[in-house]
């Protein structure tokens, strides 16, 4: 059984510091999603990568396929980037035919 | 191109009701997921569509739910006899293909 596991659950940090989640799973993945949920709010998907970095703004993912790790940073942090950050991990099978599997977030919060 | 919309946005339901939650996925996009994120809990795969069928129930429970994406109009997902325990938000997201998710605001229920 797949197992995601981010840390860590709980992040305050002051606005403008580099900010970095992990996510760490079990098994074999074909893709992994970084996704982000404000409070009461819908998901938005970030990033989808297989493999090696992407970035998009202040925002910057990596993943390690050979440890089964990945990294979502923040660059000069603020408060709008206050939510919680989800990684699910998209396995060939199990977790449903999509395959996803979620790890159950890191919540985040910036001050000001 | 609207989004993944999905209405209502908030249900409220007594025990014993019955509730309708509707996703309409992004234009072009044939494949629907529906997720369901209970309280303090992470997000877990609930069932699979494309148009008319349905490709993978695995996470939905054998009874009171079921789910459609009829040839027109959006994908439904109904609850007969709701629960307490059916308190939760529930995401549809679309995709294209099997890759990158779009999801919706998600739809709130509460179970009085």
């Known amino acids: 059984k797949n197992e995601v596991e981010q840390s860590p659950q709980n992040l305050t940090a002051q606005e403008g510091e580099f900010i970095t989640i992990n996510c760490s799973y079990s098994?074999?993945?074909?893709?992994l999603h970084w996704l982000q949920q404000h409070p009461g709010g819908g998901i938005v998907s970030l990033f989808m990568?297989?493999?090696g970095k992407k970035k998009h703004g202040r925002l910057i993912a990596t993943i390690n396929i050979q440890e089964k790790h990945s990294s979502l940073h923040i660059t000069a942090s603020h408060p709008r980037d206050s939510a919680v950050y989800i990684c699910?991990?998209?396995?060939?099978?199990?977790?449903?035919?999509?395959?996803?599997?979620f790890g159950k977030g890191t919540h985040l919060i910036i001050q000001p | 191109n609207a989004g993944v919309m999905q209405n209502p946005r908030h249900l409220v339901r007594r025990r014993g009701q019955e509730a309708r939650l509707r996703c309409s996925p992004m234009?072009?996009?044939?494949?629907v997921y529906w997720y369901r994120q209970l309280p303090e809990e992470g997000l877990k795969f609930m069932v699979y569509?494309?148009?008319?069928?349905?490709?993978?129930e695995s996470g939905m429970p054998k009874e009171r739910f079921s789910a459609e994406f009829p040839k027109e109009g959006p994908s439904i997902l109904r609850i007969q006899q709701v629960v307490r325990g059916d308190s939760a938000a529930y995401f549809c997201?679309?995709?294209?293909?099997?890759?990158?998710?779009?999801f919706g605001e998600g739809s709130r229920l509460t179970v009085l």
């Open positions: 997201a679309s995709s294209r293909t099997a890759g990158e998710l779009f």
């Open positions: 098994v074999g993945i074909s893709a």
């Open positions: 990568l297989s493999s």
């Open positions: 699910a991990v998209r396995v060939p099978s199990g977790g449903g035919a999509d395959g996803l599997t």
């Open positions: 234009k072009g996009h044939s494949h």
């Open positions: 569509l494309q148009k008319e069928n349905i490709i993978d």
